[in-house]
């Protein structure tokens, strides 16, 4: 009976271990845009949203309670320091003001935005 309730403790570890290594690591945060801005071709409007980027599958969600508003794939580049709070990085371009990347707080790698695909969706 004791070998039976160790094989099915060691078989629970096993899932749970394999559970986390199988979602990645996602960081998220909680952002407030002042104005619009474009991911892609997805407008958000000015107000708070959640932020979360999954470093195995490298894409960056942006929700609005609780509901993606944007998606999009992205990659990491190290930066010189690390962040002293989520920073969002932009750019003024012709067509409005786009994002091109975000650092979570104490983090030393900047998050870029894919800006050259159509993988931004709802």
């Known amino acids: 009976m004791k070998s039976f309730?160790?094989?099915?403790?060691?078989?629970?570890?096993?899932?749970?271990?394999?559970?986390?290594?199988?979602h990645g690591k996602t960081r998220r945060d909680?952002?407030?845009?002042?104005?619009?801005?474009?991911?892609?071709?997805?407008?958000?409007?000015?107000?708070?949203?959640e932020v979360t980027f999954n470093d195995e599958t490298n894409e960056l969600a942006i929700l609005k309670n609780g509901k993606?508003?944007?998606k999009t794939t992205a990659k990491l580049e190290q930066r010189n320091t690390k962040a002293a709070r989520t920073e969002l990085k932009t750019v003024?371009?012709?067509s409005g003001i786009e994002l091109l990347g975000v650092a979570?707080?104490?983090?030393?790698?900047?998050?870029?935005?894919d800006r050259g695909s159509d993988a931004a969706r709802n």
Do not use: H
């Open 5 to 22: 309730l160790n094989r099915i403790v060691c078989t629970l570890t096993i899932c749970a271990v394999a559970s986390v290594f199988a």
């Open 30 to 49: 909680t952002i407030t845009l002042t104005q619009e801005v474009k991911i892609n071709n997805t407008v958000l409007k000015s107000g708070s949203y």
């Open 68 to 70: 993606v508003v944007a």
């Open 92 to 94: 003024a371009t012709n």
């Open 104 to 113: 979570f707080s104490g983090s030393d790698k900047n998050i870029l935005v």
